[in-house]
């Protein structure tokens, strides 16, 4: 194959924006056959968009795409997937009731005279089936299935169609390890059967081992490539977020105080029969990292009151406490700032004002009434200490950014100056430069003595940010590690049951 041959596949200066929003800047990508290319960018910097466009999902607002240096203009997936062009979707696309074989062929039967082919269908079917390492009778109902085995048929089915691009947009994000070993096995055979691919996901270290070659957005923009000798974990992260690491996460460590928390056997309703011990102390970062479904978020809510503990002990400051509601929580000096901010952080259709200051009005005020030049104070502080952009304190909390919502959140709960923050996904879906003044919040809160505990999906984050951080796997705490024990590796190990190792 000469070099000069144009790329398999092949986008230049495309855009797309949605109403409010430029997804798409202007970015460029290509593809080789038998390439596997990850394109890799925080939440929010357009992949997805990308590549809705490249399966003929939804079309670009401009730019060029070209298939074997020729122009396409696709309207659908179907005039994609006849060019060889597959998304393999994050929601499956599977009828679950049908079988396998029936799946892999649903909608284009192969037949004669009309007749459905059964045997046909079945031999066809195992072949495709083969390919991806399945095993399995083609009769076998496709819902009975594990999701990376549907995941598999999926492919299959693509495969069938004479996919020669596969797109997987964060394939593994719900695989267990052994499906995820699975699917790189099959991936890397692709390869070697002259598929390309376009691979999507936040986990570096799957990155690092299946890339040819890593593509990176911020913003909806190109932000660099790497070539297969240049793929690390640093370069990626700078692209990422376009400064250094240290600068980025810009932390400094805090000689930890006394207890602030301490969490003895404590039992969430979530998962009655497990026992969790922890401890926060002031002036840590301590982060809680795990898959989703971990039982991490409960954690929180259990201190916070939401979910009282059926059991155990927790002791703020050196003091009992049993929250039993979040008002109990509030009382004694914690705060929350949850993971859905829409649905528990804030009250979308009130006022900047009106949101800054509730909690600390809670405990203030006398008697059901609202002291307004308190209330005044409050947020014209927050507005100001959070730096959030907003037109004025009576602007609708609804129209801002989540970046300056957030900041809203966590004003509101600065005001009542905790000892204990928590955090439940504190920079989930906001852009990269309202992350930034978020780290940079916590790093100054705990430079001032608060203990911060917070929960994140973002292995970044984790190794970004904490001290110290427990991981969580159903519902237990599976290891403890310290700042200079954290990596990717020790952290995915524990989070999917595996056993801390000795560093
Ligand atoms: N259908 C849509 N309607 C409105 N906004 C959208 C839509 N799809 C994506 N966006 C926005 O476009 C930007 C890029 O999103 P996306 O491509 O999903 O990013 P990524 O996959 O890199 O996380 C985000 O700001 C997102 O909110
Ligand atoms: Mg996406």
Same mark, same amino acid.
């Given at each position: 194959?000469?070099?000069?041959?144009?790329?398999?596949?092949?986008?230049? %200066?495309?855009?797309?924006?949605?109403?409010?929003?430029?997804?798409?800047?202007?970015?460029?990508?290509?593809?080789?056959?038998?390439?596997?290319?990850?394109?890799?960018?925080?939440?929010?910097?357009?992949?997805?968009?990308?590549?809705?466009?490249?399966?003929?999902?939804?079309?670009?607002?401009?730019?060029?795409? &070209?298939?074997?240096?020729?122009?396409?203009?696709?309207?659908?997936?179907?005039?994609?997937?006849?060019?060889?062009?597959?998304?393999?979707?994050?929601?499956?696309?599977?009828?679950?009731?049908?079988? &396998?074989?029936?799946?892999?062929?649903?909608?284009?039967?192969?037949?004669?005279?009309?007749?459905?082919?059964?045997?046909?269908?079945?031999?066809?079917? /195992?072949?495709?089936?083969?390919?991806?390492?399945?095993?399995?009778?083609?009769?076998?109902?496709?819902?009975?299935?594990?999701?990376?085995?549907?995941?598999?048929?999926?492919?299959?089915?693509?495969?069938?169609?004479?996919?020669?691009?596969?797109?997987?947009?964060?394939?593994?994000?719900?695989?267990?390890?052994?499906?995820?070993?699975?699917?790189?096995?099959?991936?890397?055979?692709?390869?070697?059967?002259?598929?390309?691919?376009?691979?999507?996901?936040?986990?570096?270290?799957?990155?690092?081992?299946?890339?040819?070659?890593?593509?990176?957005?911020?913003?909806? @923009?190109?932000?660099?490539?790497?070539?297969?000798?240049?793929?690390?974990?640093?370069?990626?992260?700078?692209?990422?977020?376009?400064?250094?690491?240290?600068?980025?996460?810009?932390?400094?460590?805090?000689?930890?105080?006394?207890?602030?928390?301490?969490?003895?056997?404590?039992?969430?309703?979530?998962?009655?029969?497990?026992?969790?011990?922890?401890?926060?102390?002031?002036?840590?970062?301590?982060?809680?990292?795990?898959?989703?479904?971990?039982?991490?978020?409960?954690?929180?809510?259990?201190?916070?009151?939401? /979910?009282?503990?059926?059991?155990?002990?927790?002791?703020?400051?050196?003091?009992?406490?049993?929250?039993?509601?979040?008002?109990?929580?509030?009382?004694?000096?914690?705060?929350?700032?949850?993971?859905?901010?829409?649905?528990?952080? &804030?009250?979308?259709?009130?006022?900047?004002?009106?949101?800054?200051?509730?909690?600390?009005?809670?405990?203030?005020?006398?008697?059901?009434?609202?002291?307004?030049?308190?209330?005044?104070?409050?947020?014209?502080?927050?507005?100001?200490?959070?730096?959030?952009?907003?037109?004025?304190?009576?602007?609708?909390?609804?129209?801002?950014? %989540?970046?300056?919502?957030?900041?809203?959140?966590?004003?509101?709960?600065?005001?009542?100056?905790?000892?204990? &923050?928590?955090?439940?996904?504190?920079?989930?879906?906001?852009?990269?430069?309202?992350?930034?003044?978020?780290?940079?919040?916590? @790093?100054?809160?705990?430079?001032?003595?608060?203990?911060?505990?917070?929960?994140?999906?973002?292995?970044?984050?984790?190794?970004?940010?904490?001290?110290?951080?427990?991981?969580?796997?159903?519902?237990?705490?599976?290891?403890?590690?310290?700042?200079?024990?954290?990596?990717?590796?020790?952290?995915?190990?524990?989070? /999917?049951?595996?056993?801390?190792?000795?560093?």
């Amino acid at each position: 194959m000469g070099e000069d041959l144009p790329p398999l596949l092949e986008v230049k %200066g495309l855009t797309k924006s949605f109403p409010g929003v430029l997804a798409l800047r202007g970015v460029s990508l290509h593809l080789k056959k038998g390439e596997v290319l990850s394109l890799i960018g925080e939440n929010g910097a357009g992949k997805s968009t990308l590549m809705k466009i490249l399966a003929g999902v939804q079309p670009a607002d401009s730019g060029e795409y &070209l298939i074997e240096g020729g122009p396409v203009n696709f309207q659908n997936v179907r005039d994609a997937m006849n060019r060889g062009i597959a998304l393999i979707h994050q929601e499956l696309n599977l009828a679950s009731n049908l079988d &396998l074989a029936a799946n892999i062929f649903l909608g284009r039967e192969p037949n004669k005279k009309g007749i459905i082919q059964d045997n046909e269908i079945r031999e066809e079917a /195992t072949k495709y089936l083969q390919r991806v390492g399945l095993d399995l009778p083609t009769d076998t109902i496709t819902g009975t299935l594990p999701i990376g085995k549907q995941q598999l048929v999926e492919i299959a089915k693509a495969l069938s169609c004479d996919a020669r691009v596969l797109i997987m947009d964060e394939p593994t994000s719900s695989l267990s390890q052994k499906e995820t070993e699975t699917l790189f096995e099959v991936v890397k055979d692709l390869k070697n059967q002259g598929i390309s691919v376009i691979y999507i996901s936040h986990r570096l270290g799957e990155v690092i081992e299946l890339s040819d070659r890593v593509t990176v957005f911020r913003d909806g @923009e190109n932000a660099g490539d790497l070539a297969k000798e240049e793929i690390n974990h640093e370069n990626m992260v700078r692209l990422m977020v376009g400064r250094d690491l240290s600068e980025f996460y810009d932390r400094q460590i805090h000689q930890p105080g006394k207890t602030v928390l301490q969490a003895r056997e404590i039992i969430s309703p979530a998962y009655s029969t497990i026992p969790v011990s922890f401890e926060v102390r002031a002036g840590e970062i301590v982060g809680i990292a795990g898959l989703v479904g971990a039982g991490r978020t409960e954690l929180l809510q259990t201190i916070f009151g939401v /979910t009282p503990a059926l059991d155990g002990e927790l002791e703020l400051d050196g003091k009992s406490f049993r929250p039993q509601c979040p008002a109990d929580a509030i009382n004694a000096g914690i705060a929350l700032a949850p993971e859905d901010r829409k649905q528990h952080g &804030l009250v979308l259709p009130m006022t900047v004002r009106e949101n800054s200051s509730l909690p600390s009005l809670e405990r203030d005020q006398t008697k059901g009434f609202l002291n307004h030049e308190a209330e005044l104070k409050i947020s014209e502080k927050a507005v100001e200490q959070m730096q959030i952009k907003t037109p004025s304190i009576e602007q609708i909390a609804r129209f801002l950014s %989540g970046g300056n919502q957030q900041k809203i959140v966590l004003g509101k709960w600065l005001a009542m100056n905790p000892k204990l &923050l928590m955090l439940d996904e504190p920079t989930r879906g906001i852009d990269v430069g309202a992350k930034r003044e978020i780290y940079k919040l916590m @790093e100054k809160l705990a430079g001032e003595g608060m203990a911060i505990l917070f929960v994140s999906s973002e292995m970044e984050e984790v190794l970004g940010m904490a001290d110290r951080a427990y991981i969580m796997h159903e519902g237990k705490i599976s290891g403890e590690l310290d700042r200079n024990e954290l990596s990717e590796e020790s952290i995915m190990n524990l989070a /999917t049951g595996g056993e801390k190792t000795a560093a």
